[in-house]
Structure formats: C-alpha cells, structure tokens
Nanobody
Framework: QVQLVESGGGSVQAGGSLRLSCVASGRTFSSYTMGWFRQAPGKEREWVATISRGGSVTSYADSVKGRFSISRDMAKNTVYLQMNRLNPEDTAVYYC??????????????????WGQGTQVTVSS
C-alpha cells in the first residue's frame, strides 16, 4: 500500500519547462516501479515515463522522449518528471503511479496499482 501525491503542475507557454513531483507515503518506496501518465481532454490516459525501483533504468513514450526526464530520490520518497520544451499537446492532467511489478519498458495502465490525484499542466501557444 502506497499513497501518492503529485504537485508542480501549472500553466506555461510553449517552449517552457515544468517539474512535477510525486511524493509517496510509506516505507517501501524502493519496492515500487514508478510511472507518469497523462490524460488530455477527450483522450485516453496514456503512459509518459517509467523508472525502475532503483532508478537505474528509465523509458519514455515517443511523444516525450528527449524532452521529458523521470528521476527519483529514494531518501525523499519522491519521483520527478522534468518537462522541457513543452508544447500545447502536452496539456493534460498528469498522474503519478506505482506498481510492485519490476520495470517494464512500455507499461500499461492496468499494471499500476496505485495512483495519485493528478496535477494539471496547461501549455499555451
């Protein structure tokens, strides 16, 4: 059992950057593979990025590869999503998620058991 709380969302102009944070409760943070997902208006929730339990391996959706970076701080029980060169298509509610499953390069939503409440990211052109 883990509880997740995202923060760091907001409004930014195209080309700008934001860093999202997700704080996990409990004492077993290192047991969870962490991921970020997002859902834009009228669209299905999609996977954005994943980081392994130890933080040594990461993967990204093609749409954000090269622009976004996922990382985790074990001491702070926190996972981050650094988003650079944002564009309007990045506008969405971003969700932090956790799973006890080991790292998977391209995970599915159903593989994640715990979800945060989401944080809104709005990118204007």
């Amino acid at each position: 059992q883990v509880q997740l709380v995202e923060s760091g969302g907001g409004s930014v102009q195209a080309g700008g950057s934001l860093r999202l944070s997700c704080v996990a409760s409990g004492r077993t943070f290192s047991s969870y593979t962490m991921g970020w997902f997002r859902q834009a208006p009228g669209k299905e929730r999609e996977w954005v990025a994943t980081i392994s339990r130890g933080g040594s391996v990461t993967s990204y959706a093609d749409s954000v590869k090269g622009r976004f970076s996922i990382s985790r701080d074990m001491a702070k029980n926190t996972v981050y999503l650094q988003m650079n060169r944002l564009n309007p298509e990045d506008t969405a509610v971003y969700y932090c998620a956790a799973t006890r499953r080991p790292y998977a390069q391209q995970p599915k939503q159903s593989e994640y058991d715990y979800w945060g409440q989401g944080t809104q990211v709005t990118v204007s052109s």
